[in-house]
């Protein structure tokens, strides 16, 4: 028989408050997802309405709330409720920042740009992940990593990132991140959320059977030569694996029977009109922020259902204090969602005034945890703050997130962005001779002509990324384009 015995533990949770997990879930909406929550709570909630087609008197019922006597003692503490606020609503004017009228129109037209087709790639998985058996902290991983993909079903986001994003509602670490993103990558398609084109074939071939004629060599080649799959330089597999040609081919045909990129069966290329969340201007030699005024919903509360509140008692009171008390929440949330938005954008165009002066090549290296320094954040944060958010400048408008990058070392110490190295990396490649295709050990060294210190592996990654072939590949690619040149000045003549 088992020994009874009491025992006393200590632990430490994290609980967050309820206003603050809706100022958490509200940060990472885009503006598509951020009206239908608002609509949603316009429909659930009788104290919210519209600023649009109200009468100047009922504003002056509404503005006033506080300053009016309550009609009985019972609703006097429902002034003092919302007098005394939580710290993290202190200093929030709730009435300086929402526009006295909202363009409907332009609110449903906005709302027929989102994904109109059936079943997207993102909608799939969250289904599936929702009939998995995921506990509540890798359901939350497991949402992470989905929103991480592009349009190929590839995860561009780091684990980094999508640590970041959780915290500090879940603080998990990175043997977790990649637990539940092995879990992912077994959904289907098989292979989603892999972090590179290799990585997907590899994940694919695991789950054929393993009585399969050419499997285990397939592994072998998409472990270690891929390279020479992609060049189908049949001779160097032959040689590197020490197979005959018949085994080569039935691996390569097995190989090429795969999907590297499983997101671009579903509908994710659609055409999308880009509304950018902030404005970039420049004003007297100094870069200004704005925000898009459609990001305003023009809400506040209604003077009608307040005045019932402090004419009632009982259940209905009970009833309309819960309601109030939801949408003070919701105000105050979405006014720090527009501050939070404002100086997290204020700082990266602080920090990357180069980048809007002189472009690509001038772009810094940047980090999360640079930007939450500055504001005083957390790094999840900024995360949510830049995630499918939009930043229009005069040079074009980008993804939040794009400003972010890692670094490269430079000859004098001082580092450069992968961006920008990048953007100097196109430039050698458009200007290189077509008799003559630079090797990536040639461009390394020519980004060291210029201080950057990149090798020839560094390199190949930069070029794969900007989606240009190898030297080979670019040369039959100048040949077969001599050819065409050639052959149309035959037909000239």
């Not at 969250?126 to 890798?138: E, G, K, M, R, T």
């Not at 590179?196 to 998409?222: D, F, K, M, Y």
């Not at 390279?227 to 694996?241: I, P, Y």
């Amino acid at each position: 028989m088992a020994e009874q015995s009491l025992q006393l533990r200590l632990t430490q949770k994290l609980a967050l408050a309820p206003q603050l997990q809706q100022a958490i879930r509200l940060l990472q909406l885009n503006r598509i997802e951020l009206r239908e929550y608002i609509q949603d709570a316009l429909d659930s909630n009788p104290i919210l309405e519209r600023t649009e087609g109200e009468s100047q008197g009922d504003t002056e019922a509404t503005d006033t709330f506080s300053e009016r006597e309550p009609a009985n003692r019972e609703n006097e503490e429902v002034d003092q409720e919302f007098q005394d606020k939580e710290d993290w609503d202190e200093g929030l004017p709730l009435d300086n920042q929402w526009p006295e009228s909202n363009d409907k129109g332009t609110f449903d037209a906005e709302l027929q740009i989102a994904d109109s087709s059936d079943q997207t790639l993102r909608d799939h998985l969250l289904w599936q992940i929702n009939l998995s058996y995921f506990s509540p902290v890798d359901a939350a991983i497991a949402i992470a990593i989905v929103y991480g993909l592009n349009d190929d079903g590839l995860l561009q986001d780091s684990i980094e990132d999508i640590r970041a994003s959780l915290a500090p509602e879940y603080l998990v670490d990175e043997a977790e991140v990649l637990a539940v993103l092995h879990r992912v990558q077994r959904l289907e398609p098989v292979g989603v959320a892999s972090r590179s084109p290799g990585e997907c074939i590899r994940i694919q071939l695991s789950v054929i059977p393993a009585g399969t004629p050419g499997r285990e060599l397939a592994l072998r080649i998409a472990r270690d030569y891929l390279d020479f799959v992609a060049r189908h330089d049949l001779a160097e597999l032959r040689r590197h694996t020490g197979a005959s040609e018949d085994d080569v081919l039935t691996a390569l045909h097995l190989i090429q029977s795969l999907d590297p990129r499983p997101g671009a069966r579903y509908d994710n290329r659609r055409d999308e009109y880009l509304v950018p969340d902030v404005y970039v201007t420049r004003v007297n030699d100094t870069w200004q922020v704005s925000l898009n005024p459609e990001n305003n919903p023009g809400l506040r509360l209604n003077g009608y259902y307040i005045d019932l509140l402090r004419k009632s008692g009982g259940k209905d009171a009970e009833y309309l204090k819960g309601r109030l008390q939801e949408a003070r929440w919701l105000l105050s949330s979405l006014e720090m969602r527009n501050r939070t938005l404002m100086n997290v954008a204020q700082s990266i165009v602080d920090m990357q005034q180069d980048f809007l002066t002189n472009g690509e090549v001038a772009m810094q290296p940047l980090v999360l945890r640079q930007i939450a320094e500055l504001i005083g954040v957390h790094e999840s944060t900024v995360s949510r703050a830049t995630t499918r958010k939009y930043m229009l400048t005069p040079r074009g408008i980008y993804e939040m997130k794009y400003f972010f990058s890692s670094h490269v070392q430079t000859s004098n110490g001082i580092p450069v962005s992968a961006t920008a190295v990048k953007a100097r990396l196109q430039v050698l490649l458009d200007n290189e001779p077509d008799s003559s295709p630079l090797s990536d050990e040639e461009l390394s060294g020519l980004l060291q002509e210029f201080g950057i210190l990149a090798a020839r592996r560094t390199v190949a990654k930069y070029r794969e990324s900007i989606g240009i072939g190898s030297s080979a590949e670019r040369r039959r690619e100048y040949r077969r384009q001599a050819a065409l040149r050639k052959s149309g000045m035959a037909h000239k003549i």
